[in-house]
């Protein structure tokens, strides 16, 4: 199967199912579980070039997730913590990457097609590329536009909405698409009480009088890592960090507003629903915020170190 080069450039491995294998030959059966009913569970994290080289952001912490999304659907993910580590390393490595993006992917694969996976064989995957400018290439430097979503969040008593599962982004690509198509870069979705909940693939803050807030795993959002390290950072900061429920309105009024993902990393909102946030330019918090993460990321915030796990002197497999 031949790679959109625009997408996955200098890519050439994947590791599948416990081997490092050509891109092409990473293949699966069109009636694996996983495809029918959207029954995998994945993460994403980032890798970046630190000045002591390679490191990935919070990967324990990562593995830990996913196999926690695992866990809620009755999945186990046939490796342990250090293979997979050791996996991401490896696909790096052999990739010959120093940043770039990572999906690890396990999903219920070729077996039966009744609803109930149980039998299926687990098939996992790690593929890395190179991702910046998630959002637009403008949107760490100027901010972006978002709007609600007429699409709600999954809520708990659904589906486990605080499992990164794949088939529940389908409200993710509808919420998406339909933001695209009025214009915005991102939409911000309520959760099934009306509430604030999050954007299609980051969390969201909001500040008013220099008073951080962001909603809780109440309002059915994805427990996200970078959302759990800006709150500790901001903390360390000296910021109040509020986790509360948040009403739509709060967003309109607020003096910043902005978004954190392991794709997205922080990226200032401008304007919600044609209002703009603020004075309509990446607030001073925000900026803050920012500076002192891309410190943490290249790896000059000593007191984070700690976050940034080394890919080298790991002896690459196929
Ligand atoms: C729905 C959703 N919310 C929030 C996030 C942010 O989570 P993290 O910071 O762990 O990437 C993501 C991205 O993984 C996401 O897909």
């Known amino acids: 199967m031949e790679k959109v080069k625009k997408w996955f450039p200098d890519v050439e491995k994947i590791w599948f199912n416990g081997k490092l294998v050509k891109w092409e030959e990473a293949n699966i059966h069109v009636l694996s579980h996983g495809v029918a009913y959207g029954s995998g569970v994945f993460e994403g994290l980032r ?82 590329w190179p991702w910046e400018d998630y959002l637009g290439s403008a949107a760490k430097s100027k901010g972006v536009r978002c709007c609600f979503s007429p699409w709600i969040r999954v809520h708990s008593q659904m589906v486990p909405s605080a499992a990164k599962a794949t088939g529940l982004y389908i409200g993710s690509m509808l919420a998406r698409v339909d933001a695209k198509d009025k214009g915005f870069d991102e939409a911000i979705m309520l959760d099934g009480v009306g509430n604030v909940a999050e954007a299609c693939t980051e969390n969201i ?45 709060e967003i309109y009024s607020a003096n910043e507003v902005f978004l954190t993902g392991s794709a997205a990393e922080i990226k200032p909102v401008r304007e919600v629903d044609a209002r703009k946030i603020g004075s309509g330019e990446p607030g001073p918090i925000t900026k803050h915020l920012i500076s002192e993460f891309s410190n943490i990321v290249r790896g000059k915030n000593s007191k984070y170190l700690k976050w940034l796990d080394s890919v080298i002197n790991v002896k690459p497999v196929t």
Not at 220 to 249: C, N
């Open 47 to 128: 890798c970046y070039n630190t000045i002591y080289g390679p490191r990935t952001f919070r990967v324990k912490e990562h593995i830990e997730r996913w196999r926690d999304s695992a866990k809620q659907l009755r999945m186990t993910i046939p490796y342990s913590d250090e293979e997979l580590i050791e996996a991401i390393n490896n696909t790096i490595i052999e990739n010959d990457l120093e940043a770039c993006y990572i999906r690890p992917l396990a999903f219920f694969g070729y077996h039966s097609l009744g609803v109930d996976p149980l039998d299926c064989p687990v098939d996992v995957v790690i593929a890395t």
């Open 205 to 249: 803050f909001v500040v008013k009088d220099g008073v951080i807030a962001t909603p809780g795993l109440d309002s059915s959002i994805l427990p996200g890592i970078t959302r759990k390290s800006i709150i500790e950072l901001a903390k360390e900061l000296g910021y109040t960090v509020e986790i509360r429920s948040i009403a739509r309105g």
